[in-house]
């Protein structure tokens, strides 16, 4: 069974820093992975996803992530951090390309200070 | 363009008691999936919808059951409420034309067991 695993459970940055948000899969295929997002009170929005080709992948707000085979790794990074980047970060993965069945990792909440 | 929208917003129901939670896609999308989220954790998959038939299950039990209307919009049926079903709710859509494989996520349904 596939699993995804964020180390950190809560992560504190000062605005204007460099950000990366660790994600460790376990999945024996060709694993298809995404980042989300999710602000309080508000579904999860959609960052970036890999599915093949490059393994550095550009997403929204900044946002890009490296995808690391040899070491089950998809870390999600920002080279400067928006006070408005303050919500909690979901890995996750998916089977295969045309399944829907997402398993998510516990999260990450980021917290940035002025 | 309205997204992904679910009703209600929050619910408080007592332990052996039903609910039917509601979600309509976004325009466009023919698939629905559910997701539980406990409080701390990533979402969990429960069930996917698409052409009024579920298609894949998470490892839910039979008290969790759903529908899909011809209009695409869909319900979640929860049985006999037991205090650890107090979770968020999120519908998530997609539409199986696009090869994004992208899933648009509601706000949620905040459900409280008492």
């Known amino acids: 069974a596939q699993s995804v695993t964020q180390p950190d459970i809560h992560i504190t940055v000062s605005e204007g820093a460099s950000l990366e948000l660790r994600c460790n899969y376990s999945y024996g295929a060709t694993p298809y992975l995404f980042w989300y997002v999710q602000s309080p009170g508000q579904g999860l929005q959609l960052l970036l996803k890999?599915?093949?080709?490059?393994?550095l992948v550009q997403g929204i707000k900044g946002f890009e992530a490296e995808f690391k085979r040899s070491q089950s790794s998809f870390n999600l990074r920002k080279p400067s951090v928006h006070w408005s980047d303050a919500a909690e970060y979901f890995c996750a993965v998916a089977p295969r390309a045309g399944s829907y069945q997402l398993t998510f990792g516990k999260g990450t909440k980021l917290s940035v200070i002025p | 363009d309205a997204g992904v929208t679910q009703s209600p917003t929050h619910l408080i129901k007592t332990r052996g008691q039903q609910v039917t939670l509601r979600c309509s896609p976004k325009?466009?999308?023919?698939?629905v999936s559910w997701y539980q989220q406990a409080l701390g954790q990533g979402p969990q998959f429960i069930f996917q919808?698409?052409?009024?038939?579920?298609?894949q299950r998470g490892n839910f039990p039979d008290r969790f059951s759903g529908h899909q209307f011809p209009n695409y919009s869909s319900e979640l049926n929860v049985n006999a409420l037991l205090l650890g079903d107090s979770a968020l709710y999120l519908c998530a859509s997609s539409s199986r034309t696009e090869i994004t494989y992208e899933q648009y996520f509601g706000p949620g349904t905040r459900l409280t067991v008492t």
């Open positions: 919808y698409y052409e009024e038939e579920e298609r």
């Open positions: 890999y599915f093949s080709g490059d393994t």
């Open positions: 325009s466009g999308h023919d698939t």
